[in-house]
C-alpha cells in the first residue's frame, strides 16, 4: 500500500530537488500524508509521470545539462 495517495495520483508530480510531491490540481506541496482527497485520480496502467516543472527542478536541469 502506498504511503502516500499521491504515489498513486495522476494529479501528482515527484520533486526530487525538494523531496515532495507536487499537486497539479490543487497546485501546491504536499507534506502530508493523504487519506483521503477530493482530487484524487489513480494513475493508469501506463502512466507516464511528467517531470516537476519548479523552477529548482528546472535550475537543476540546467545544471546538469552544463556538466555534461
Known amino acids: 500500500m ?3 495517495l499521491c504515489e498513486t495520483c495522476s ?5 526530487p530537488t525538494w523531496a515532495e510531491w507536487r499537486c ?3 497546485e501546491k506541496r504536499m507534506h502530508v500524508k493523504l487519506t483521503k482527497c477530493s482530487d484524487y485520480k489513480k494513475r493508469d496502467k501506463n502512466f507516464k509521470e ?5 523552477e529548482s527542478c528546472l535550475e537543476n536541469d540546467d545544471l546538469w ?3 555534461e
Not at 11 to 15: F, N, T, Y
Not at 50 to 54: F, G, N
Request: some cysteine; charged content about 40%.
Open 50 to 54: 511528467p517531470k516537476c516543472q519548479c
Open 11 to 15: 494529479e501528482a508530480i515527484w520533486c
Open 24 to 26: 497539479k490540481a490543487k
Open 65 to 67: 545539462e552544463e556538466e
Open 2 to 4: 502506498a504511503k502516500t
